[in-house]
């Protein structure tokens, strides 16, 4: 995987910098500011002309590049709409349409400047870190299982002029920041977009691993199927018992804060490909349950973007890792078996299968006396249905931690929305042969909602929520990994670390 390097360094003459790129925010209307001109100047009218021929309006969303003088060989002009309305959702168009722009461009190093922007301090940190999140999305290439590489991006280090928005070290630091979500969201994408054959539950130990080598404070622990058997994990395993894949239950732990303090737990569906078992999932599209350990993904990006950025908390996560196979000794419908916790579970569905692995790893979590727990899935069809791809779905039993986290979405451009775990959904779950069965009755109706129901039995101890990421972890087409919701978790952190 490629790295940028980030800089900010302060200039009142940006004309005279030398750069491959120089990137310039340009509002509608065509008229050029202080620092627009002195370029204009340095180009011999470039920048002019190029208006004048009407060829760029200056419109959110939009790009023109020129070619430019000695100094900046290229200038890149991102268009920021109207200037009386250069609001939050402009200021972020302004910094994906730049990135995306970067990405695709032949040069290695670019000098972005902000400083003609009309930003309070605040607005200024929140761009600057957008801008970085989105240069490392926008230069992720995945080439891991081709045998040609794909061109890679040649951006290598961009430097911003944050003028006189924010100290130079400031700009600095909140780079970092978006360079560190970005990079954590490249790494979910990254073991979300492997195949199946791949990522394989071991894949994902070894991952874990390889984490704890990269960050001091981070350490690894992997339970395998004799351990997760002694716990009396016998729902988690049931679900691997159709796969020649061992099932593994992954702990990471992240010590950012005091040795003794409780830490935030995420706990993460790793179905490294789910078939439906059993009972067996059509055909078409099959291969994109690939994309089934998306909420392990992010634990993954999550802690390892916690880690960089040295958040001065602790952060425990789990990940339950298994591959859903049919097979003579898969689980078949209408067996019952028995979870850590002593519940029996009636498998009436095998292709409801993450509930069965999380409800395990979540009563596990409970012996780090977690400040909360949050649990990441790509659970069910049917929030897809609810809420489409644009966002999460939240369940909690307790509000102000779904509410905390809507609002880390909002702020992080990451977003979610609450939906409830009413007691009266509750009885669908009820079964004659155990104390819960993994389906609702009434087929697919809330289905989102009954499976948060179901998880809501065994989270009883602490404060939960859990975030169906079926319809935001990956898109169909063009098809890949999203990092989502990386950066909503790690707003979220970043909020409880105070910072
Ligand atoms: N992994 C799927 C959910 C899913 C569906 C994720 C589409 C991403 C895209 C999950 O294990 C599953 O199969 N859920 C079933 C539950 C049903 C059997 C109650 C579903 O959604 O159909
Ligand atoms: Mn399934
Ligand atoms: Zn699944």
């Given amino acids: 995987m490629t790295t940028l390097t980030f800089t900010a360094r302060k200039t009142e003459r940006i004309a005279e910098q030398k750069t491959s790129c120089l990137v310039l925010p340009l509002f509608e209307g065509r008229v050029l500011n202080d620092e627009l001109t002195a370029v204009d100047n340095a180009c011999d009218g470039m920048i002019t002309r190029s208006?004048?021929?009407?060829?760029?309006?200056?419109?959110?969303?939009?790009?023109?590049?020129?070619?430019?003088?000695?100094?900046?060989?290229?200038?890149?002009?991102?268009?920021?709409?109207?200037?009386?309305?250069?609001?939050?959702?402009?200021?972020?168009?302004?910094?994906?349409?730049?990135?995306?722009?970067?990405?695709?461009?032949?040069?290695?190093?670019?000098?972005?400047?902000?400083?003609?922007?009309?930003?309070?301090?605040?607005d200024a940190t929140d761009l600057l870190e957008m801008l970085a999140r989105q240069l490392c999305l926008a230069t992720y290439v995945y080439t891991e299982t081709l045998s040609k590489p794909k061109d890679l991006p040649a951006l290598k280090k961009v430097t911003v002029n944050p003028g006189s928005l924010v100290s130079s070290a400031?700009?600095?630091?909140?780079?970092?920041?978006?360079?560190?979500?970005?990079?954590?969201?490249?790494?979910?994408?990254?073991?979300?977009?492997?195949?199946?054959?791949?990522?394989?539950?071991?894949?994902?130990?070894?991952?874990?691993?390889?984490?704890a080598k990269r960050h001091s404070k981070v350490s690894t622990t992997v339970l395998d199927e004799k351990k997760m058997k002694e716990l009396g994990m016998g729902s988690l395993l049931?679900?691997?018992?159709?796969?020649?894949?061992?099932?593994?239950?992954?702990?990471?732990?992240?010590?950012?804060?005091?040795?003794?303090?409780?830490?935030?737990?995420?706990?993460?569906?790793?179905?490294?490909?789910?078939?439906?078992?059993?009972?067996?999932?059509?055909?078409?599209?099959?291969?994109?349950?690939?994309?089934?350990?998306?909420?392990?993904?992010?634990?993954?990006?999550?802690?390892?973007?916690?880690?960089?950025?040295?958040?001065?908390?602790?952060?425990?996560?789990?990940?339950?890792?298994?591959?859903?196979?049919?097979s003579g000794r898969a689980t078949k419908p209408g067996d019952v078996v028995t979870s850590m916790s002593g519940k029996t579970i009636e498998i009436l569905n095998t292709d409801a299968e993450g509930r069965l692995v999380l409800c395990d790893a979540l009563t596990y979590v409970g012996r780090y006396k977690p400040r909360e727990v949050v649990d990441i899935a790509t659970l069910t069809g049917a929030i897809i249905v609810a809420l489409g791809n644009h966002a999460s779905g939240i369940f909690a039993n307790d509000d102000a931690l779904a509410q905390d986290l809507v609002a880390a979405g909002n702020r992080a451009d990451d977003r979610a929305w609450q939906l409830p775990v009413w007691q009266d959904y509750q009885k669908q779950l009820d079964s004659p042969f155990a104390d819960v069965a993994n389906i609702g009755v009434g087929g697919g109706n809330a289905g989102s909602i009954t499976a948060a129901c179901f998880l809501a039995r065994f989270t009883e101890e602490y404060r939960w929520a859990?975030?169906?990421?079926?319809?935001?972890?990956?898109?169909?087409?063009?098809?890949?990994?999203?990092?989502?919701?990386?950066?909503?978790?790690?707003?979220?952190?970043?909020?409880?670390?105070?910072?």
């Fill in 170 to 211: 400031k700009a600095k630091t909140h780079l970092a920041m978006g360079q560190a979500v970005g990079n954590g969201a490249n790494f979910t994408r990254q073991l979300v977009n492997l195949p199946g054959n791949v990522c394989t539950p071991s894949y994902l130990a070894t991952q874990a691993r390889a984490l």
């Fill in 238 to 326: 049931s679900v691997g018992n159709g796969s020649d894949e061992p099932s593994k239950l992954i702990v990471m732990e992240y010590k950012g804060g005091k040795a003794k303090e409780a830490p935030y737990a995420l706990v993460g569906k790793g179905i490294t490909f789910d078939t439906g078992g059993i009972s067996l999932k059509p055909g078409p599209k099959m291969d994109e349950m690939k994309f089934d350990m998306g909420g392990a993904g992010a634990v993954f990006g999550t802690l390892q973007a916690v880690a960089d950025m040295g958040l001065p908390i602790n952060v425990v996560g789990v990940v339950a890792a298994a591959e859903n196979m049919p």
């Fill in 51 to 122: 208006l004048a021929l009407g060829d760029f309006s200056g419109k959110s969303g939009t790009k023109a590049e020129l070619t430019g003088s000695a100094q900046a060989k290229r200038i890149l002009l991102v268009g920021c709409g109207d200037s009386a309305s250069f609001d939050q959702q402009a200021q972020r168009k302004f910094a994906a349409t730049a990135a995306k722009a970067m990405a695709a461009g032949k040069y290695s190093d670019a000098l972005v400047s902000i400083a003609s922007l009309p930003l309070d301090g605040s």
């Fill in 466 to 499: 859990h975030m169906d990421i079926a319809g935001t972890a990956f898109s169909s087409s063009p098809k890949g990994a999203t990092g989502r919701p990386v950066a909503l978790l790690v707003d979220y952190l970043r909020q409880r670390a105070g910072q």
